[in-house]
């Protein structure tokens, strides 16, 4: 990511764009830099250009997907999902279907606890909802899905006050950083990210197992 720098005016108006290149999330997952690290400088119409970007990420990703790829159940030796609806459902490999609506859904919750943050108001717990992933069949639905979550995303980033309360945080559990707006929404994306390759793995093995001859 290019070195942002910027200075806050004493209205607490967010700064216009600084910086023009995609954030690097890995350093975060590394622990070599935290999300406010990365949030520095950071405007809404950063914020903006990186939820949008991410959608392109994950449209190219899927671009070539047939629609067996969307209910292809992968090998995940290490899938351990603590939050899974069901106990049958906790150790299951997760199918491309699954990723999309999982990553689309932490993405707008985050971009509307962001929301929240920014109009001063308490966040007073979770604003989630998932598309239930057994529904999800075709190529052509998560695209929409995608394009749904952009708009949804970047709806509610334009709902921001004037001057955004960026000294308003609160944390997600016991013992975490405390997030402004500009840090939850941030972790939207870091989420989103951190399951890009868990898309291509996926692929490639509903694609090898497309190609493999038959007995």
């Given at each position: 990511?290019?070195?942002?720098?910027?200075?806050r005016?004493?209205?607490?108006?967010?700064?216009?764009?600084v910086?023009?290149?995609?954030?690097d999330?890995?350093?975060?997952?590394?622990?070599?830099?935290?999300?406010?690290?990365?949030?520095?400088?950071?405007?809404?119409?950063?914020?903006?250009?990186?939820?949008?970007?991410?959608?392109?990420?994950?449209?190219?990703?899927?671009?070539?997907?047939?629609?067996?790829?969307?209910?292809?159940?992968?090998?995940?030796?290490?899938a351990?999902?603590?939050?899974?609806?069901?106990?049958e459902?906790?150790?299951?490999?997760?199918?491309?279907?699954?990723?999309?609506?999982?990553?689309?859904?932490?993405s707008?919750?985050?971009?509307?606890?962001?929301?929240?943050?920014?109009?001063?108001?308490?966040?007073?717990?979770?604003?989630?909802?998932?598309?239930?992933?057994?529904?999800?069949?075709?190529?052509?639905?998560?695209?929409?899905?995608?394009?749904?979550?952009?708009?949804?995303?970047?709806?509610?980033?334009?709902?921001?006050p004037?001057r955004?309360?960026?000294?308003?945080?609160?944390?997600?559990?016991?013992?975490?950083?405390?997030?402004?707006?500009?840090?939850?929404?941030?972790?939207?994306?870091?989420?989103?990210?951190?399951?890009?390759?868990?898309?291509?793995?996926?692929?490639?093995?509903?694609?090898?197992?497309?190609?493999?001859?038959?007995?």
């Amino acid at each position: 990511m290019a070195a942002c720098r910027t200075s806050r005016t004493e209205t607490n108006r967010l700064p216009a764009s600084v910086c023009p290149d995609v954030i690097d999330f890995a350093p975060v997952r590394r622990k070599e830099k935290t999300l406010d690290d990365l949030a520095e400088g950071l405007a809404q119409d950063d914020l903006a250009r990186l939820a949008g970007e991410m959608c392109d990420v994950f449209l190219e990703l899927i671009a070539d997907a047939d629609d067996p790829d969307v209910t292809f159940v992968p090998e995940d030796p290490a899938a351990n999902d603590t939050f899974a609806a069901t106990p049958e459902e906790v150790n299951m490999p997760w199918t491309l279907g699954h990723v999309i609506v999982h990553w689309t859904a932490s993405s707008e919750e985050s971009a509307a606890l962001a929301l929240t943050l920014a109009r001063g108001l308490d966040v007073t717990g979770r604003s989630r909802y998932e598309v239930p992933w057994e529904q999800v069949t075709s190529v052509a639905f998560l695209r929409e899905r995608i394009e749904e979550s952009r708009r949804m995303q970047l709806a509610m980033l334009e709902a921001w006050p004037d001057r955004p309360h960026i000294d308003k945080t609160y944390s997600p559990r016991e013992g975490a950083r405390p997030m402004n707006a500009v840090v939850r929404f941030l972790a939207g994306l870091s989420h989103a990210d951190a399951h890009c390759d868990q898309v291509r793995d996926v692929l490639a093995q509903a694609r090898a197992a497309r190609s493999a001859p038959t007995a």
